[in-house]
């Protein structure tokens, strides 16, 4: 079945830092990809996403590459932020599974100042 | 416009009694999603509606576990006989057409269930 997998955190790292947060997945067909986020006592919210290979998904200076020939969708920032400590879910979706999202375990970050 | 609304938002309860949570979808949204989120098993699809379709059940993991969408909106998931391992939190999900893989799924808040 599908299956994603993200490095394990948590993750700490200071402001203005660069960050990159490995996810990898197993699907049959083209699947969509997406990163979620969720904040301190929040919900669940769409970060970006990415529908097809090569796509280049990107919101709020993260950026994430759909990489088909290493079933990849790694999230970078090159510059964190305070604000930017949360919890990061990456996720797909397929057709024959009826968009049903199957998302990766999370990864704590923290950004100190 | 509104988001998706769940409730309760907490819930406590007896180990062995019934609970039913609530979810408010985005007005117009066709596809709605259960989802659950608990420390040892991540984030787990529960069951999927789409319009007046079957629903996919197959992500309910026993059968105290059970749910209906009335009217194409209003959502209701049942948990019988309640157990500890069913504590967890409930989110509720959903998009707009058809569930495609194009189309966000926007979240609720989720309703944090503890049974003791």
């Known amino acids: 079945g599908d299956s994603v997998t993200q490095m394990e955190g948590p993750v700490t790292l200071s402001e203005e830092a660069c960050l990159t947060i490995?996810?990898?997945?197993?699907?049959?067909?083209?699947?969509?990809l997406f990163w979620y986020v969720q904040y301190p006592g929040e919900g669940l919210q769409l970060l970006l996403k990415?529908?097809?290979?090569?796509d280049k998904g990107s919101n709020k200076g993260f950026e994430a590459t759909y990489r088909k020939e290493t079933t990849s969708f790694h999230l970078e920032k090159g510059s964190v932020q305070v604000s930017d400590s949360a919890v990061y879910f990456c996720?797909?979706?397929?057709?024959?599974?009826?968009?049903?999202?199957?998302f990766g375990k999370g990864t704590l970050l923290t950004v100190n100042p | 416009g509104a988001g998706v609304s769940q409730s309760p938002s907490n819930k406590v309860t007896e180990k062995g009694k019934d609970v039913e949570l609530r979810c408010d979808p985005i007005?117009?949204?066709?596809?709605l999603y259960w989802y659950r989120q608990s420390l040892g098993q991540g984030l787990e699809f529960l069951i999927y509606?789409?319009?007046?379709?079957?629903?996919?059940k197959s992500g309910l993991p026993s059968d105290r576990f059970s749910a209906e969408r009335t009217g194409g909106s209003v959502s209701t998931l049942t948990i019988q006989r309640t157990q500890q391992e069913d504590s967890a939190v409930y989110l509720c999900?959903?998009?707009?057409?058809?569930?495609?893989?194009?189309?966000?799924?926007?979240f609720g808040p989720g309703t944090r269930l503890t049974v003791l």
């Open positions: 996720a797909l979706s397929a057709q024959g599974s009826n968009y049903k999202l199957t």
């Open positions: 490995n996810c990898t997945y197993t699907a049959t067909g083209y699947p969509s």
């Open positions: 007005s117009g949204h066709t596809a």
């Open positions: 509606f789409q319009g007046n379709s079957a629903p996919d």
């Open positions: 990415a529908t097809k290979a090569d």
């Open positions: 999900a959903s998009s707009s057409i058809a569930g495609g893989g194009t189309d966000t799924q926007y």
